[in-house]
């Protein structure tokens, strides 16, 4: 997409302003939206996360600097090429009427907790197309955790006091299961609720590979880091 | 020699003038024809209840039975029209109830339609027969209660797409024993239904040709209203899955056999929920299918799709979600010869995904689709050289809406805009009545439609053109527009007001998120009275500055015998 041959500029101010108030936050609330030189913002959704080294939406990533030169800063097009996840902000596009798109949106709102967090939180898993993406809104809305991910294995650690979460979740049948084993829309249709355990409790769902990725994770400490 | 036909026979004559812009046309030749004509008439379709009032509606037209209404502008479906805009039905009903207009049948679309207004309706018209409501909101099932209960002749209830109130289960109950002239019932859009009711339905009404059931019929129920009803014509499943707990086999069995027996279904629909396993039951009417909607089936893609479109070779219209992708199109292609509608909706209408179809799969289509003439296509990408193609393969297109779902999007390939290949689209396909434009956009593409699209009816724009002089070579080229909606494009007021008295050839215009400002509109609205030109303004009524050279968010202008409208809501301004 060449921003210079975008000449329309929607000069909505209403609607960009509607979308900037009630732009989605996952942060814990309480917590101020902070903008990076690049325009990026933390505390909005993402639609992956730029500490795993995903070539997903590198070249929107592209797109919207040059955005920011062109002065279309609240440009709804331009933020929405940041991510695909906020294309969806665009109102009325793509022009599809409400009742095939509410046939079409199965909405699926579960809980996740995290051990030590005084409340829960709730996220839509229809809105992620991977494990990934997941993992990196979980890391958006618990904010103190970043992503390390190694071999199979998903996990999340509070880098303050080396803390490692592993990402469960209670299937169907009421199981709790570790998240990573199915493929993603087989996930989504069984999972009920994600707790993130610590994983000095998860012990006894996957021993073996734990204790693997304990090794390794203290071996890639002493590397350089994912990010 | 016609002055000297009695009365009698000129409306004889005129009997066999039936579509009612030929029956508009006859009425402009005299004075005397107008007057026959007018008393002829029966089918009236008025397509902005605000250009006219139901007063002159009876007025003009006393022998009227079949009435179809349009309200709400084209781009409310997409959420860019505030909810209380208008367009309700009531005024209609009511002013129809104290004439003494025998009613038949009542065709409404973005309509706001209350209970009472269906109560009205039902208790006012002995010989009401018909009721289709499309994309309607403002009603329960209290008032589909009143049409079941009270409309005695009943032969046709279709409810496409409504927002309806579902409260009590009961309406489907309120048809009487005595109901046995039913011909066509949709409920597709509702949650619930009784099902005990829907079957005791079924079983009285044998002239029953088409029956589109909602997600709440499940397989069963399913099987046992075809046994009753083996001379459907048109169907629209339920839910498509069996219960993992119930005997599987048997209510499989069961339904290949009653399905067999179905031999003059012609028209499928439904599978809003699907178990791919049961499709199976189905292939046996695939070959005699000429129409096939699949596009809110999320559960059946990948190879039982494929499947499925191989065994039906005679299919006229298609409409399928994205799933079915690039290569499933070409499997179209060369199993659907007859093919001449081709719908394909994004299965991620947030547009926060992909779609899994591109230009390859329309080339494909049009390669081995020669007589295709409708087409909506939600893609990821287009190119002008497969436009070009398309446009040599297919050159007999009524309507062309193209939706790229990143609505800026050049050619990926050669990274220009679509002008090329959407001018040569209008250029080859001279009968084009309707078309949707996307993809990035010059001044160009509307300098081609201008010169070649001259039977264009309706356009439609979003994100496109570059100054004034597009939407003015549109304006001045396309003598037969009637609807031109515009979105998020560079056209002021300049372009706006430079042949006012277009407008009045013109159904409407609707303008959103452009460079039109409140000067422009009020300088239209002052030189053509015979227009209402709306300005919609959702902000607080405050902040407006009501300064001229303000940019207007929302305007929506049409022509109209009957002034203002009194109806009109706080945030709907009519400039005069």
């Given at each position: 997409?060449?921003?210079?041959?975008?000449?329309?500029?929607?000069?909505?101010?209403?609607?960009?302003?509607?979308?900037?108030?009630?732009?989605?936050?996952?942060?814990?609330?309480?917590?101020?939206?902070?903008?990076?030189?690049?325009?990026?913002?933390?505390?909005?959704?993402?639609?992956?996360?730029?500490?795993?080294?995903?070539?997903?939406?590198?070249?929107?990533?592209?797109?919207?600097?040059?955005?920011?030169?062109?002065?279309?800063?609240?440009?709804?097009?331009?933020?929405?090429?940041?991510?695909?996840?906020?294309?969806?902000?665009?109102?009325?596009?793509?022009?599809?009427?409400?009742?095939?798109?509410?046939?079409?949106?199965?909405?699926?709102?579960?809980?996740?907790?995290?051990?030590?967090?005084?409340?829960?939180?709730?996220?839509?898993?229809?809105?992620?197309?991977?494990?990934?993406?997941?993992?990196?809104?979980?890391?958006?809305?618990?904010?103190?955790?970043?992503?390390?991910?190694?071999?199979?294995?998903?996990?999340?650690?509070?880098?303050?006091?080396?803390?490692?979460?592993?990402?469960?979740?209670?299937?169907?049948?009421?199981?709790?299961?570790?998240?990573?084993?199915?493929?993603?829309?087989?996930?989504?249709?069984?999972?009920?609720?994600?707790?993130?355990?610590?994983?000095?409790?998860?012990?006894?769902?996957?021993?073996?590979?734990?204790?693997?990725?304990?090794?390794?994770?203290?071996?890639?400490?002493?590397?350089?880091?994912?990010? | 020699?016609?002055?000297?036909?009695?009365?009698?026979?000129?409306?004889?004559?005129?009997?066999?003038?039936?579509?009612?812009?030929?029956?508009?046309?006859?009425?402009?030749?005299?004075?005397?024809?107008?007057?026959?004509?007018?008393?002829?008439?029966?089918?009236?379709?008025?397509?902005?209840?605000?250009?006219?009032?139901?007063?002159?509606?009876?007025?003009?037209?006393?022998?009227?039975?079949?009435?179809?209404?349009?309200?709400?502008?084209?781009?409310?479906?997409?959420?860019?029209?505030?909810?209380?805009?208008?367009?309700?039905?009531?005024?209609?009903?009511?002013?129809?109830?104290?004439?003494?207009?025998?009613?038949?049948?009542?065709?409404?679309?973005?309509?706001?339609?209350?209970?009472?207004?269906?109560?009205?309706?039902?208790?006012?018209?002995?010989?009401?027969?018909?009721?289709?409501?499309?994309?309607?909101?403002?009603?329960?099932?209290?008032?589909?209660?009143?049409?079941?209960?009270?409309?005695?002749?009943?032969?046709?209830?279709?409810?496409?797409?409504?927002?309806?109130?579902?409260?009590?289960?009961?309406?489907?109950?309120?048809?009487?024993?005595?109901?046995?002239?039913?011909?066509?019932?949709?409920?597709?859009?509702?949650?619930?239904?009784?099902?005990?009711?829907?079957?005791?339905?079924?079983?009285?009404?044998?002239?029953?040709?088409?029956?589109?059931?909602?997600?709440?019929?499940?397989?069963?129920?399913?099987?046992?209203?075809?046994?009753?009803?083996?001379?459907?014509?048109?169907?629209?499943?339920?839910?498509?899955?069996?219960?993992?707990?119930?005997?599987?086999?048997?209510?499989?069995?069961?339904?290949?056999?009653?399905?067999?027996?179905?031999?003059?279904?012609?028209?499928?629909?439904?599978?809003?929920?699907?178990?791919?396993?049961?499709?199976?039951?189905?292939?046996?009417?695939?070959?005699?299918?000429?129409?096939?909607?699949?596009?809110?089936?999320?559960?059946?893609?990948?190879?039982?799709?494929?499947?499925?479109?191989?065994?039906?070779?005679?299919?006229?219209?298609?409409?399928?979600?994205?799933?079915?992708?690039?290569?499933?199109?070409?499997?179209?292609?060369?199993?659907?010869?007859?093919?001449?509608?081709?719908?394909?909706?994004?299965?991620?209408?947030?547009?926060?995904?992909?779609?899994?179809?591109?230009?390859?799969?329309?080339?494909?289509?049009?390669?081995?689709?020669?007589?295709?003439?409708?087409?909506?296509?939600?893609?990821?990408?287009?190119?002008?050289?497969?436009?070009?193609?398309?446009?040599?393969?297919?050159?007999?297109?009524?309507?062309?809406?193209l939706c790229i779902l990143d609505p800026t999007k050049p050619d990926p390939v050669t990274m220009q805009p679509l002008d090329e290949g959407f001018g040569a689209i209008v250029q080859s396909s001279k009968r084009l009545r309707r078309l949707s434009l996307s993809g990035l956009l010059t001044d160009r593409v509307f300098l081609y439609i201008g010169m070649y699209a001259e039977q264009l009816e309706m356009l439609s724009i979003a994100f496109a053109g570059e100054s004034d002089k597009g939407m003015l070579y549109v304006l001045n080229g396309c003598k037969k527009l009637r609807k031109l909606e515009i979105r998020d494009s560079p056209f002021g007021d300049m372009a706006l007001l430079r042949d006012v008295g277009k407008y009045e050839t013109m159904r409407s215009l609707w303008m959103s998120s452009c460079d039109v400002t409140l000067g422009g509109c009020k300088t239209l609205a002052k030189q053509m009275?015979?227009?209402?030109?709306?300005?919609?303004?959702?902000?607080?009524?405050?902040?407006?500055?009501?300064?001229?050279?303000?940019?207007?968010?929302?305007?929506?202008?049409?022509?109209?015998?009957?002034?203002?409208?009194?109806?009109?809501?706080?945030?709907?301004?009519?400039?005069?």
């Amino acid at each position: 997409m060449s921003p210079e041959n975008r000449n329309y500029m929607p000069e909505s101010d209403v609607v960009g302003l509607n979308l900037k108030e009630t732009e989605l936050t996952l942060g814990l609330p309480g917590e101020t939206r902070v903008t990076t030189d690049t325009g990026v913002k933390f505390g909005t959704k993402r639609g992956f996360s730029e500490t795993i080294d995903l070539n997903l939406g590198r070249s929107n990533v592209k797109c919207h600097d040059k955005v920011c030169d062109d002065e279309l800063e609240n440009d709804v097009l331009g933020g929405a090429t940041k991510s695909l996840t906020e294309k969806a902000q665009l109102v009325g596009w793509p022009p599809v009427r409400a009742s095939r798109k509410n046939v079409m949106k199965s909405c699926k709102f579960i809980k996740v907790a995290v051990d030590g967090a005084p409340y829960l939180r709730k996220v839509d898993l229809e809105m992620y197309n991977s494990y990934q993406q997941l993992l990196s809104a979980l890391e958006d809305m618990f904010s103190c955790l970043t992503i390390r991910n190694y071999l199979s294995e998903r996990k999340l650690m509070d880098p303050a006091n080396g803390v490692e979460y592993v990402a469960t979740y209670e299937d169907r049948d009421g199981d709790w299961m570790l998240v990573g084993d199915v493929p993603w829309k087989m996930f989504v249709e069984s999972c009920k609720r994600v707790r993130l355990m610590k994983s000095s409790e998860a012990i006894g769902l996957a021993p073996r590979t734990h204790k693997n990725v304990q090794a390794q994770l203290r071996k890639s400490l002493s590397q350089a880091s994912l990010e | 020699m016609m002055n000297y036909f009695p009365d009698e026979v000129l409306e004889h004559v005129f009997d066999f003038v039936t579509s009612h812009r030929d029956r508009n046309a006859v009425s402009l030749v005299c004075k005397l024809w107008y007057r026959v004509e007018r008393f002829s008439r029966q089918r009236v379709f008025i397509g902005n209840c605000y250009a006219i009032s139901p007063e002159r509606l009876i007025d003009r037209f006393p022998g009227v039975k079949a009435l179809t209404l349009k309200g709400k502008p084209h781009f409310a479906d997409f959420n860019l029209v505030p909810q209380d805009w208008g367009g309700y039905v009531q005024p209609w009903i009511e002013a129809l109830a104290r004439s003494r207009i025998g009613l038949e049948e009542l065709r409404l679309k973005r309509m706001v339609v209350s209970d009472e207004s269906l109560d009205v309706l039902s208790r006012s018209f002995t010989n009401f027969k018909s009721l289709v409501l499309v994309s309607c909101e403002g009603f329960t099932t209290d008032g589909l209660e009143a049409i079941a209960a009270n409309c005695r002749f009943l032969r046709e209830l279709d409810l496409q797409e409504n927002e309806i109130e579902e409260k009590k289960n009961l309406w489907l109950g309120c048809f009487p024993d005595s109901c046995t002239s039913l011909v066509s019932l949709n409920f597709a859009c509702l949650k619930e239904i009784n099902l005990v009711a829907l079957e005791r339905l079924v079983a009285r009404n044998p002239n029953l040709k088409s029956l589109k059931l909602n997600r709440a019929v499940p397989l069963e129920a399913l099987q046992r209203i075809l046994m009753r009803a083996p001379q459907l014509v048109d169907l629209g499943t339920g839910s498509f899955v069996l219960d993992r707990d119930s005997d599987d086999s048997e209510t499989y069995r069961k339904l290949r056999g009653t399905i067999l027996k179905c031999r003059s279904i012609r028209n499928l629909s439904g599978f809003l929920e699907v178990a791919p396993r049961c499709l199976p039951a189905i292939y046996p009417i695939c070959l005699n299918l000429t129409y096939l909607n699949l596009s809110y089936a999320a559960g059946i893609h990948g190879s039982e799709l494929i499947k499925l479109i191989r065994l039906c070779g005679k299919l006229q219209r298609l409409w399928i979600l994205d799933y079915i992708g690039d290569k499933g199109l070409e499997i179209v292609a060369s199993t659907c010869k007859d093919l001449q509608e081709l719908r394909v909706f994004p299965s991620d209408p947030f547009g926060a995904g992909h779609a899994a179809v591109t230009e390859t799969g329309l080339v494909a289509i049009s390669s081995g689709c020669p007589k295709l003439n409708s087409l909506l296509y939600f893609c990821q990408q287009m190119t002008n050289a497969a436009l070009i193609a398309v446009a040599k393969n297919c050159p007999n297109f009524i309507r062309f809406r193209l939706c790229i779902l990143d609505p800026t999007k050049p050619d990926p390939v050669t990274m220009q805009p679509l002008d090329e290949g959407f001018g040569a689209i209008v250029q080859s396909s001279k009968r084009l009545r309707r078309l949707s434009l996307s993809g990035l956009l010059t001044d160009r593409v509307f300098l081609y439609i201008g010169m070649y699209a001259e039977q264009l009816e309706m356009l439609s724009i979003a994100f496109a053109g570059e100054s004034d002089k597009g939407m003015l070579y549109v304006l001045n080229g396309c003598k037969k527009l009637r609807k031109l909606e515009i979105r998020d494009s560079p056209f002021g007021d300049m372009a706006l007001l430079r042949d006012v008295g277009k407008y009045e050839t013109m159904r409407s215009l609707w303008m959103s998120s452009c460079d039109v400002t409140l000067g422009g509109c009020k300088t239209l609205a002052k030189q053509m009275p015979r227009l209402n030109v709306e300005i919609i303004n959702e902000n607080d009524q405050m902040e407006f500055a009501h300064e001229d050279s303000q940019k207007v968010e929302k305007m929506y202008l049409y022509r109209t015998l009957v002034g203002p409208r009194k109806d009109a809501p706080e945030f709907v301004w009519t400039l005069v």
